[in-house]
């Protein structure tokens, strides 16, 4: 039988790995995908917006999506797909476009004029060396296989447009805007919808937390300071405890960091080794983070305190097609047509729930406690060191006497 694989334009490069082309992956799961995943955040929280494309190489599927939630409490959202072959080559669908001028270092992104009101036109310039956050984890369930990823994340500098509404900015790379960004590969739990796999047995273990993690609260963020770049994770337990918190963390640590400096100052990263948390605040009792203390513990075993406040309103995933957040409900990397753009507008004044034009509230799917946040970053034992970055502070169930809807 003859194979049908096409040459692609990344087979010029001398970077093969197996005798398939480029047009093919090794890993023939339906949940395989490589993507690109950009948060951009300006310093008086005006907006807060997340982009990403994605490719689904078995389904046959390009993905992308904006989310984007602005002063006013209003979050645009915006899908798209494709069919990915045979433009393979082309990161672009519907409006939304992406071009590597220089790996690791310089990415231009965008999104074309469209009928929802929503488009951008930004270019990403690296901050410090990406860090390798996720390097072939691997879990499993009752000895099956069920997700296999890899992913690194880097903070940069942003210049470029965005309009949104109504409104626009300009901005350029000393404005004080930041941009981070995650890219990441492998089989997880998207390409064949966002649902157990339906023909795996039930695990035979009662598990003592659910897909969204036990009971606690979850610190998640990346940081752009003056002079470094800042990644952490970790989850404060019910009982008192820290534990590390993000895809990549694999041992009983209590807090995933990395701290990263510019390309020039040949500077070695390095970790945080342990956390502590003081007092959070949290919006009109509502598990929606308004400030907070963070104390996290140098190797020296020094501190750095950071204040944390809270800028911008909250971005819902569910708006970039998680959690069956298409309108057909199907989930991310399903093929849903040769090409198909759909949005909507939602009102996120509330610091939880959320409601459509017409004031209907829109269901919370599981996950919801997630939001992303821009937020300021204060290093109280060096006040000249502020940063902006995104942030996920969630609650899971209950903590500090406040509980999740």
């Not at 003056?226 to 963390?249: C, H, I, M, V």
């Amino acid at each position: 039988m003859s194979r049908q694989c096409r040459l692609t334009e990344m087979d010029e490069w001398p970077r093969h790995q197996t005798l398939d082309t480029f047009d093919v992956v090794a890993n023939p799961s339906p949940g395989w995908s490589d993507g690109y995943w950009f948060c951009i955040g300006d310093p008086k929280g005006e907006v807060n917006l997340i982009t990403a494309i994605r490719l689904y190489h078995n389904t046959n599927v390009m993905d992308a999506y904006v989310i984007a939630s602005t002063g006013d409490g209003r979050q645009h959202n915006l899908r798209a797909s494709r069919r990915l072959r045979p433009a393979i080559d082309d990161i672009r669908v519907g409006p939304f476009w992406q071009r590597i001028v220089r790996g690791l270092r310089t990415i231009e992104f965008g999104c074309e004029d469209n009928s929802h009101g929503i488009a951008f036109d930004i270019r990403w310039e690296s901050a410090a060396p990406p860090y390798y956050e996720a390097p072939a984890v691997q879990h499993f369930a009752d000895g099956r296989l069920v997700s296999a990823r890899s992913n690194y994340v880097q903070l940069g500098y942003v210049s470029g447009t965005v309009r949104i509404g109504d409104r626009s900015w300009k901005f350029g790379p000393h404005d004080g805007w930041t941009g981070a960004r995650d890219h990441s590969w492998g089989m997880g739990h998207t390409g064949e919808g966002e649902k157990p796999n339906r023909h795996a047995a039930p695990s035979l273990v009662a598990g003592s937390k659910s897909l969204w993690g036990s009971p606690g609260m979850r610190h998640w963020a990346l940081v752009r300071f003056p002079e470094r770049s800042l990644f952490y994770g970790f989850k404060r337990n019910q009982d008192g405890s820290y534990s590390a918190s993000g895809t990549g963390f694999q041992d009983a640590s209590t807090i995933h960091s990395r701290v990263d400096y510019p390309y020039e100052s040949e500077r070695d990263g390095w970790a945080y080794r342990d956390v502590r948390i003081g007092e959070h605040t949290w919006q009109g009792g509502f598990p929606r983070l308004e400030s907070g203390r963070v104390d996290l513990i140098r190797p020296d075993g020094g501190a750095d305190r950071f204040r944390i406040d809270v800028l911008s309103k909250p971005v819902y995933m569910q708006g970039g097609g998680y959690w069956a957040g298409w309108n057909d409900k199907l989930g991310r990397g399903v093929y849903r047509g040769e090409n198909v753009l759909e949005g909507e507008v939602w009102d996120v004044s509330h610091p939880v729930r959320v409601f459509d034009l017409q004031g209907n509230e829109v269901p919370a799917p599981p996950g919801a406690e997630y939001a992303e946040q821009f937020a300021r970053f204060t290093n109280l034992d060096d006040p000249d060191e502020v940063g902006l970055g995104m942030l996920e502070a969630a609650i899971i169930g209950e903590f500090d006497g406040i509980t999740n809807p």
